[in-house]
């Protein structure tokens, strides 16, 4: 180990619904420099050790657009990559389709819900090194890019829901499947 290492990366408190900041509209990022590359490595560090597929800044605090996602390995099908991204100014440019999935919130620990997403969807952003991408998503990756872009405007997944009664407190190995 490097005696001094000033970068080693944190777990942020993860903030729960009713907190304010959830609901606040995400301010874009000027630029993306050391201080966002940190601040997107302790977000990484928050999911994983969460046991969740993406987070947003809001939920550890700051409302700033930048997000990060995980969605391991064969998580929909045996073959698919595993996906890891940490974007700064997310934005929906096209949407089509429809899917409906069970989700679950970090910020809303213990529960889970069913809710309707588009199928596909192509995210614009920047990347962490400043540079402008494209990615075109579908099936889980697609959803867990909507719930945390939603984050960013101060949208959580209950408010998407069209029925209410499929909310519920399942076990913790449930919930840190979907938790986002
Ligand atoms: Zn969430």
Same mark, same amino acid.
């Given at each position: 180990?490097?005696?001094?290492?000033?970068?080693?990366?944190?777990?942020?408190?993860?903030?729960?619904?009713?907190?304010?900041?959830?609901?606040?509209?995400?301010?874009?990022?000027?630029?993306?420099?050391?201080?966002?590359?940190?601040?997107?490595?302790? !977000?990484?560090?928050? !999911?994983?050790?969460?046991?969740?597929?993406?987070?947003?800044?809001?939920?550890?605090?700051?409302?700033?657009?930048?997000?990060?996602?995980?969605?391991?390995?064969?998580?929909?099908?045996?073959?698919?990559?595993?996906?890891?991204?940490?974007?700064?100014?997310?934005?929906?440019?096209?949407?089509?389709?429809?899917?409906?999935?069970?989700?679950?919130?970090?910020?809303?620990?213990?529960?889970?819900?069913?809710?309707?997403?588009?199928?596909?969807?192509?995210?614009?952003?920047?990347? !962490?090194?400043?540079?402008?991408?494209?990615?075109?998503?579908?099936?889980?990756?697609?959803?867990?890019?909507?719930?945390?872009?939603?984050?960013?405007?101060?949208?959580?997944?209950?408010?998407r829901m069209t029925d209410l009664s499929t909310l519920r407190k399942v076990s913790e190995e449930e919930y840190e499947e979907v938790a986002e």
């Amino acid at each position: 180990m490097m005696a001094g290492h000033e970068n080693a990366m944190a777990v942020l408190k993860i903030r729960y619904e009713g907190d304010p900041i959830l609901r606040q509209k995400a301010t874009k990022l000027p630029k993306v420099d050391d201080s966002v590359r940190k601040l997107a490595d302790d !977000m990484w560090e928050t !999911m994983l050790a969460a046991d969740g597929v993406g987070l947003a800044a809001p939920q550890i605090g700051l409302a700033r657009r930048l997000i990060v996602v995980h969605v391991p390995a064969g998580y929909d099908q045996e073959d698919d990559p595993e996906f890891s991204f940490r974007l700064a100014n997310p934005e929906i440019v096209k949407a089509f389709g429809q899917q409906t999935g069970i989700e679950g919130c970090l910020s809303i620990p213990g529960w889970i819900g069913e809710v309707s997403r588009a199928e596909a969807v192509t995210v614009k952003a920047l990347d !962490m090194d400043g540079r402008q991408i494209r990615i075109k998503a579908s099936g889980r990756l697609a959803v867990v890019l909507q719930h945390e872009i939603d984050h960013l405007d101060g949208i959580l997944y209950t408010d998407r829901m069209t029925d209410l009664s499929t909310l519920r407190k399942v076990s913790e190995e449930e919930y840190e499947e979907v938790a986002e």
